[in-house]
């Protein structure tokens, strides 16, 4: 299975993170020339160093709170990512859109809850983002990387467990193969298909087998799993 999010890139080069270091040990002056016009730039490294005087000063000069940067990543999305609730609400106080999807397809929620950011996923959440839509959603990005917390979450409020995947998996599926027997047994109780079919016949039980997990396996032939 190929999963976007699987790259999980950083939102800053190595090199950018050296800049953020140096600046917030103060080796490095933060203050513009005089006649300097502050930059797009700017702008991001304000939010990557989660400098919020500087993002609201930034906005209100009149950058765009939804602006991306060289991958296309939104603003939102390097706070979901960080977990910085804060900078988050501060950027959605701005108006920033909060649905907006990065070239791979993910939207802020979607990157929050693959880190297992649940104070901003609750926040996202609460302000409008969409948890159920076509093709890869927040739980199946939770699920893979066994976020127990952002799932259970997320089933609490209404996610469609048996949301499908390009390839037609569901996250029942991916927490059978990843190994995450938390969150298997919170999709089966609530309702998640156990004999769900992916691409190629793949079902949660022989998905759960074949990465060896016995365990999972047994808890899927009791829910009714067949194949």
Same mark, same amino acid.
């Given at each position: 299975?190929?999963?976007?999010?699987?790259?999980?890139?950083?939102?800053?080069?190595?090199?950018?993170?050296?800049? %953020?270091? /140096? &600046? =917030?040990?103060?080796?490095?002056?933060?203050? #513009?020339?005089?006649? +300097?016009?502050? @930059?797009?730039?700017? *702008?991001?490294?304000?939010?990557?160093?989660?400098?919020?005087?500087?993002?609201?000063?930034?906005?209100?000069?009149?950058?765009?709170?939804?602006?991306?940067?060289?991958?296309?990543?939104?603003?939102?999305?390097?706070?979901?990512?960080?977990?910085?609730?804060?900078? %988050?609400? /501060? &950027? =959605?106080?701005?108006?920033?859109?909060?649905? #907006?999807?990065?070239? +791979?397809?993910? @939207?802020?929620?979607? *990157?929050?809850?693959?880190?297992?950011?649940?104070?901003?996923?609750?926040?996202?959440?609460?302000?409008?983002?969409?948890?159920?839509?076509?093709?890869?959603?927040?739980?199946?990005?939770?699920?893979?990387?066994?976020?127990?917390?952002?799932?259970?979450?997320?089933? %609490?409020?209404?996610?469609?467990?048996?949301?499908?995947?390009?390839?037609?998996?569901?996250?029942?599926?991916?927490?059978?193969?990843?190994?995450?027997?938390?969150?298997?047994?919170?999709?089966?109780?609530?309702?998640?298909?156990?004999?769900?079919?992916?691409?190629?016949?793949?079902?949660?039980?022989?998905?759960?087998?074949?990465?060896?997990?016995?365990?999972?396996?047994?808890?899927?032939?009791?829910?009714?799993?067949?194949?």
């Amino acid at each position: 299975m190929t999963l976007a999010a699987a790259r999980r890139p950083p939102p800053l080069g190595s090199a950018r993170r050296a800049l %953020a270091a /140096l &600046l =917030l040990l103060g080796s490095l002056a933060l203050a #513009l020339p005089a006649n +300097a016009q502050p @930059t797009l730039d700017d *702008l991001l490294r304000a939010v990557q160093t989660n400098d919020l005087v500087e993002v609201r000063a930034l906005i209100e000069r009149g950058f765009d709170p939804s602006s991306v940067d060289a991958r296309g990543n939104t603003l939102l999305m390097q706070a979901a990512w960080e977990g910085n609730a804060d900078m %988050a609400k /501060l &950027l =959605l106080d701005k108006r920033a859109r909060i649905n #907006l999807r990065n070239p +791979a397809g993910e @939207t802020a929620i979607m *990157l929050a809850a693959l880190r297992g950011q649940l104070p901003v996923v609750q926040l996202l959440y609460e302000r409008g983002a969409e948890i159920n839509h076509g093709g890869w959603t927040p739980l199946h990005y939770c699920a893979f990387e066994g976020k127990a917390e952002v799932c259970r979450f997320l089933v %609490a409020k209404q996610a469609n467990v048996d949301a499908r995947a390009p390839n037609r998996a569901t996250a029942l599926m991916i927490a059978s193969r990843q190994g995450s027997e938390d969150i298997v047994k919170l999709l089966l109780a609530a309702g998640a298909d156990a004999n769900a079919e992916a691409d190629r016949g793949g079902t949660p039980l022989s998905w759960a087998l074949k990465a060896g997990n016995t365990d999972i396996g047994d808890l899927l032939k009791k829910a009714g799993a067949k194949k």
